[in-house]
């Protein structure tokens, strides 16, 4: 059976079909409300918000698993009182309607101490997983070796976004899904590097999927305005992704094309710091 990804149209969610369907959803980043208290901000909890959210997608895709591809939690390095109320109640809800893979990122530092008892919720390594034939990271470490050889590879992490600027300088964001290709050469190189053997064969060039972030509070990175070293996480970072021939999505399914090509856009080229667009080299004509 051929596999299928289909992001749920104006959310930031996939269904992933195998051989099972799989709802996955990224960045949820439960406890953020407590973190803007602390900040000087009153929100109140959208936890049961989020839950009903989820309830949602859950109806409309009726999925064999779900899939929580890290960041469920937001305070680091502590448990904040909000998480340990909030935290076992929001995943024994949802697996109630299927079995719930954790693939940890770098906000869930002791989540295992949260997990319901008696719940089907598996928490796997931080260095990702393969599950029904694809393969699943959160992004804030190397891959596994074992996804490499895969034709999918699902990420999170950057929360990538698309800013939109007009004439008068009025700016928008906008959540994008990104798609592109694993640079295998430097991913090789990095595990040669730290004595781990990954043959240049075992990199089938898979098509990775970055996830926009499921809670909106917590911001993101405007990929038409950042390079590489700009990202979060060494996959990210160090050129193992092709940016440039990346594909960009809109929630609503709109594709924008080619991020190279995108920065080239006057509403979507990068500006400089003080809030003007910047001219691109030999293109002084470009903006009037």
Known sequence: MAIEITPIINEPALVVSNSIRAL???????????DLYRSGFSIPSQMEQRLERIRGYVRESAPDRIIL????????????????DEIPYFLGSIAEYAPVDILPGNHDGGIDLLLPQGRNIKLHPSRGAVLDGVGYFHGHTWPAPELLPLQYIISAHNHPTIRFTDKLGYSTVEPAWIRTRLNCEVVVEHFKSIGVEVKTGMCCDPRIFIMPAFNELCGGVAFN????????????SSEALDLDNAEVYLLDGTNLGVLKNIRKMP??????????????????????
């Not at 591809?69 to 340990?84: A, Y």
């Open 267 to 288: 509403e979507t080229r990068k500006r400089n710091e003080s809030g003007k667009k910047r001219r691109s080299k030999g293109a002084r004509n470009e903006i009037r």
């Open 69 to 84: 591809l890290g960041d469920v939690k937001h305070n680091v390095p502590q448990i904040s009182w909000q998480e340990r």
């Open 24 to 34: 996955v959803i990224a960045d949820i980043h439960l406890g953020i409300e407590w």
């Open 225 to 236: 305005e950042s390079m590489h070293d700009d990202l979060l996480g060494p996959v990210f």
